[in-house]
C-alpha cells in the first residue's frame, strides 16, 4: 500500500467516525428514518419548530433540515467536532445557511438557551447514556420550552434497576417509574409510545399537564414493524446455526443416512419381495 492510499484510508476512518460514534455504523439511516417517521407520525409538518436534543452527527437533522421551513430547526449538542463532521458529511454548510438552522453546545441541557419555545422536542438516545440527575435537568428545562400543545419524544433503556452513577456511560438504564417520577417533578407527564427502535429502546412520549397534545392511533403499524424485526433476528440466528461446523456435519450425515436407507431399500427388496405365482 503506498503512502496515499493509506492517507485515504485514515481519512475514510476519520469520516466514518461521526457515524459510528453515535451508533452503529451500517444502522445509521435506519436511524435516521426512524425519528423523522416518528415526528412525521405525531403531526409534524414543515411549519412547526422542532428542537433536537443531542442532535449529534445530525442523524436526524439530515432528514429534518431540508424538511422544516427555515429557521424551524435547532440542535443542542456538546461535541462540536461531531456536529461539524455532521454537517459537512451529512448536510452542508449551504443548507445550513439556507435554513437558518440554531445551534447550540450546551453539555448541561440547557433548552432554554435558545430564548423560545417549541412545539417538538426529541431526544434519542441521549437518556440511554446519561445519570438520572442529568434527565431530571432536561426534564427541568423542557418543562420552561414546552407549551401546553408541545410533544417531547424521548428514548431510554428500560430495567429491573436504575442507573445509579453520576458518569455519562455506554448503557444506562432506568426503571419506567424512575422516569415517569422524574417528570412529574416539573408537571410533565410521560408515557409509553408504540414504536419501534432498532437497539431495543422503549420511546416515550412527554406532554405537559393538563396538555392538548394527543397521539394518534398507530399501534398496528408499530405491532408489524416490530414482528418484522423479531423475524429478521430469527432468521439471522438460524443462518448462523445453518453456517455451524456440528449442523453442517449433521445435515451431511442426515443426508448420507437418507441415501443409505435408499440403497438398502432398493438392494434388499429382491429379497423381500414375494414371488409373483
Ligand atoms: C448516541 S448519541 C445520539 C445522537 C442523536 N440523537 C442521534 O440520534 O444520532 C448521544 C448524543 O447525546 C449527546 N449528549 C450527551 N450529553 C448531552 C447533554 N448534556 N446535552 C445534550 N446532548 C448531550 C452526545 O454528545 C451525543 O451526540
Redesign the pocket.
Known amino acids: 500500500m503506498t503512502s496515499a492510499d493509506s492517507a485515504a484510508r485514515s481519512l475514510d476512518r476519520a469520516a466514518e467516525e461521526y457515524r459510528t460514534f ?2 452503529p455504523g451500517e444502522q445509521y439511516d435506519v ?1 435516521s428514518a426512524m ?1 423523522f417517521n416518528l415526528l412525521t407520525a405525531l403531526g409534524l409538518r414543515e411549519h412547526h419548530t422542532l428542537l ?6 445530525l ?2 437533522g439530515r432528514l429534518l433540515i431540508p424538511y422544516l421551513r427555515s429557521g424551524h430547526y435547532f440542535g ?4 462540536r467536532w ?1 456536529l461539524e463532521q455532521g454537517i459537512r458529511n451529512e448536510v452542508s454548510e449551504a443548507l445550513i445557511a439556507l435554513k437558518r438552522v440554531t445551534f447550540a453546545h ?4 440547557r433548552l432554554t438557551a435558545f430564548g423560545r419555545n417549541f412545539d417538538y422536542l426529541i ?4 437518556f440511554s ?2 445519570p438520572a440527575a ?1 434527565i431530571d435537568r432536561c426534564f427541568a428545562e423542557a418543562a420552561e420550552v414546552m407549551t401546553p400543545s408541545s410533544v417531547f419524544v424521548a428514548s431510554f433503556f428500560e430495567g429491573p434497576e436504575d442507573y445509579r452513577g453520576s458518569a ?1 456511560v455506554v448503557r444506562a438504564e432506568f426503571r419506567f417509574a424512575t422516569i415517569v417520577a422524574l417528570a412529574e417533578r416539573h408537571r410533565l407527564v410521560c408515557e409509553r409510545l408504540a414504536w419501534p427502535h432498532p437497539d431495543g429502546q422503549q420511546w416515550l412520549v412527554i406532554r405537559r399537564e393538563g396538555g392538548t397534545f394527543t397521539v394518534p392511533p398507530f399501534g398496528d403499524h408499530t405491532r408489524v414493524a416490530n414482528l418484522e424485526r423479531e423475524l429478521a433476528a430469527c432468521t439471522r440466528r438460524l443462518e448462523k446455526l445453518e453456517r455451524h461446523p456440528y449442523v453442517r456435519l449433521g445435515m451431511r450425515l442426515s443426508r448420507a443416512g437418507r441415501w443409505l436407507g435408499f440403497l438398502v431399500r432398493v438392494f434388499t427388496r429382491p429379497l423381500t419381495q414375494k414371488p409373483r405365482r
Request: charge should be negative; include cysteine.
Open positions: 453515535v451508533g436511524f425519528q433536537d436534543i443531542g442532535c449529534g452527527s442523524r436526524a443542542l449538542e456538546p461535541e461531531l450546551d453539555r448541561d441541557f431526544a434519542q438516545s441521549v447514556h446519561v442529568q455519562t
